[in-house]
T-cell receptor, first 113, second 112 residues
C-alpha cells in the first residue's frame, strides 16, 4: 500500500483565495483525521470521520473551514476565504478502526500571503 | 474536556544517556496510549503504544510505562543516539471514542 496520500504537498496562495487540500486514506481504514500543525499551537485535530461520517468537528477553527468525505477513499479540507494565519502544515491520517495506530500522510505545507 | 500534558517541552541529552518524557491525562476512560516520533520536516510516526491492561512495554531501546491510578505514562529511551533527535508526541484515547488527544510534544536533542 502507498500509505496515506495527500495533495498538493505545497500550496502558496494569496489571502482571500479558496484552498482545497486532498487526502486518500489507506484502503480499508475506517477512520480519517485532519490535523493542523504550527510552531505556536502544535498538532491540532480539526475534524475526524468514521465510515465517511463526520464525528467531531469541534476543532475546526471557523466557518471558513469545511471538510467532506464523499466516499471511503477520498476526503477534502477546504478553506474559503484563506487568511495568512491559516499558514501551517495540514496532515491527514487514517486508522483501521477505533483504538488502532494512526498513519499520517506526508502533509500539505500551506502558505497564505 | 480531555487534556494531555507533556513534559518537558525540550530535552537535551548526551549520546548514550537515557531520555525520559512524561505525560499525564485527564480522561480516566482513556485506555490506549501511543507515542509518535516526528523528525524535522516529516510526518509523525508511531514508535510504541501501550494499552491500559499493561503496565510496561519494551521494544529494544524504547520502553513505555503506564500508571493508570495516577494517570501518568512515560517514554524511556536508553542509549540515545543522534538519530533519536526529533519531536516526540504522547497521546491518549478513550474506549468508544475515535478522538486521540495529543500532548504538545517534546523536542529531544541528542548531542554527539
Amino acid at each position: 500500500d502507498a500509505g496515506v496520500i495527500q495533495s498538493p504537498r505545497h500550496e502558496v496562495t494569496e489571502m482571500g483565495q479558496e484552498v482545497t487540500l486532498r487526502c486518500k486514506p489507506i484502503s480499508g481504514h475506517n477512520s480519517l483525521f485532519w490535523y493542523r500543525q504550527t510552531m505556536m499551537r502544535g498538532l491540532e485535530l480539526l475534524i475526524y470521520f468514521n465510515n465517511n461520517v463526520p464525528i467531531d468537528d469541534s476543532g475546526m477553527p471557523e466557518d471558513r473551514f469545511s471538510a467532506k468525505m464523499p466516499n471511503a477513499s477520498f476526503s477534502t479540507l477546504k478553506i474559503q476565504p484563506s487568511e495568512p494565519r491559516d499558514s501551517a502544515v495540514y496532515f491527514c491520517a487514517s486508522s483501521l478502526a477505533e483504538g488502532y495506530e494512526q498513519y499520517f500522510g506526508p502533509g500539505t505545507r500551506l502558505t497564505v500571503t | 474536556g480531555e487534556n494531555v500534558e507533556q513534559h518537558p517541552s525540550t530535552l537535551s541529552v548526551q549520546e548514550g544517556d537515557s531520555a525520559v518524557i512524561k505525560c499525564t491525562y485527564s480522561d480516566s476512560a482513556s485506555n490506549y496510549f501511543p507515542w509518535y516520533k516526528q523528525e524535522l520536516g516529516k510526518r509523525p510516526q508511531l514508535i510504541i503504544d501501550i494499552r491500559s491492561n499493561v503496565g510496561e512495554k519494551k521494544d529494544q531501546r524504547i520502553a513505555v510505562t503506564l500508571n493508570k491510578t495516577a494517570k501518568h505514562f512515560s517514554l524511556h529511551i536508553t542509549e540515545t543516539q543522534p538519530e533519536d533527535s526529533a519531536v516526540y508526541f504522547c497521546a491518549a484515547k478513550s474506549t468508544g471514542g475515535f478522538k486521540t488527544i495529543f500532548g504538545a510534544g517534546t523536542r529531544l536533542f541528542v548531542k554527539a
